[in-house]
């Protein structure tokens, strides 16, 4: 049997490439952050130019890309010129990078780059080094070729066609890893419907599954324009899974998390049609864990939002009188027999209140049972 022939690869080994190109991108770390440091190699991999990107903040997959194919920036003809959402053009940039290609065959002398080059593959050589692989050498036998490498500082050895096969199953999975990404950090305003039926059901896990990835985008996506900009329908529909989600932080014993999600809710509610919900359960967040005096001011808004005097007059009667405030508190009751709350409610608080005023009570009944 012949000797395999060693061809080293030291002169088309591709190491470091991708980041000695960013060191000459002014805007190449933007770029990375925005279409992901993985993508925008392939972009170059594939001759796919980059020439503007309108960024969608709140849904970053729905990003336009504008971008041409192999033409210098003052040679691109009108009908060259493309635009993609960036899951879309992510995808066209995996599409031709996974396809199948003509490869050279075996090269003859080690000094022949261009044939070493073409028969392991450009695209080859490109993507190793951006999955840490760094090949050290090619040996051809008349069974095939073998190469040689590192792989994360590990000696590995691979068949060319597995070599191959592999890349482009690591190009693969770049997709799907950010496409399930994408999934778990989008708003899907649809899922308010059914984080509203597991609230119902009291099943807190369930809505911590379904809006769990909200609070980090919506937080950015606040201070942008954009956010801004949002109609008083969205706010208020946003503001309604937030409070969904920060209840059942809570119930699941998460008390700080669901307070700050709340808050955010706050922010997203304003004055508007779900602000007074969001209030009530940020101050019933509070008395339950014993902090009547911070329940105070959110019951009390959400009683000048127009929340239901029934529920939002006995809260506030109860943490008015733990702080006792008893006068105060004996006004909430009032308001809340008013507004049709039940005296088997409201009188075990009208008690703790009468013992609490002492004579000032019996003064105050006197004159109410004389003046009807």
Not at 10 to 19: A, L, N, V
Request: negative net charge; aromatic residues 6%.
């Amino acid at each position: 049997m012949p000797e395999p022939r060693v061809f080293p690869l030291d002169s088309i080994r591709t190491d470091g490439w991708f980041e000695r190109i960013g060191e000459g991108i002014g805007s190449f770390q933007a770029l990375c952050d925005i279409i992901g440091a993985r993508f925008f190699a392939f972009a170059m991999i594939t001759g796919a130019r980059i020439t503007a990107l309108t960024v969608d903040r709140r849904m970053p997959d729905n990003t336009l890309v504008d971008f041409a194919i192999g033409a210098p920036s003052g040679d691109v003809a009108e009908g060259d010129a493309q635009r993609l959402t960036l899951g879309d053009f992510r995808r066209r940039l995996v599409s031709a990078l996974v396809s199948e290609e003509p490869l050279g065959p075996p090269p003859k002398r080690p000094t022949d780059t261009e044939a070493l080059q073409l028969h392991i593959g450009v695209r080859y050589l490109l993507l190793a080094p951006l999955y840490g692989y760094s090949l050290r050498e090619l040996r051809i036998e008349d069974t095939g070729s073998t190469l040689e490498l590192l792989h994360d500082g590990v000696e590995e050895s691979f068949g060319l066609a597995s070599f191959q096969n592999r890349i482009r199953t690591h190009v693969r999975e770049e997709l799907d890893r950010v496409t399930r990404a994408a999934g778990r950090g989008a708003i899907d305003l649809a899922k308010v419907t059914e984080a509203e039926a597991a609230a119902r059901d009291n099943d807190a896990v369930r809505v911590l599954e379904l809006l769990g990835t909200w609070p980090a985008p919506l937080a950015i996506f606040l201070r942008t324009p954009e956010g801004q900009l949002l109609s008083a329908e969205t706010r208020a529909h946003i503001a309604k899974g937030l409070g969904l989600l920060g209840s059942a932080c809570i119930s699941l014993g998460e008390v700080e998390k669901g307070e700050e999600v709340l808050r955010l809710a706050v922010q997203y509610a304003g004055d508007g049609a779900a602000a007074h919900d969001i209030y009530m359960r940020l101050g019933i967040a509070m008395l339950d864990d014993e902090r009547p005096g911070e329940a105070v001011g959110p019951l009390r808004r959400a009683a000048n939002l127009g929340a239901d005097g029934k529920q939002v007059w006995p809260l506030l009667a109860r943490a008015l009188l733990m702080r006792r405030r008893f006068v105060a508190a004996l006004g909430a009751v009032l308001e809340a027999k008013a507004a049709g709350a039940s005296p088997e409610t409201m009188d075990p608080t009208l008690k703790d209140i009468e013992t609490g005023l002492g004579a000032a009570f019996t003064a105050w009944r006197t004159l109410v049972n004389r003046e009807a």
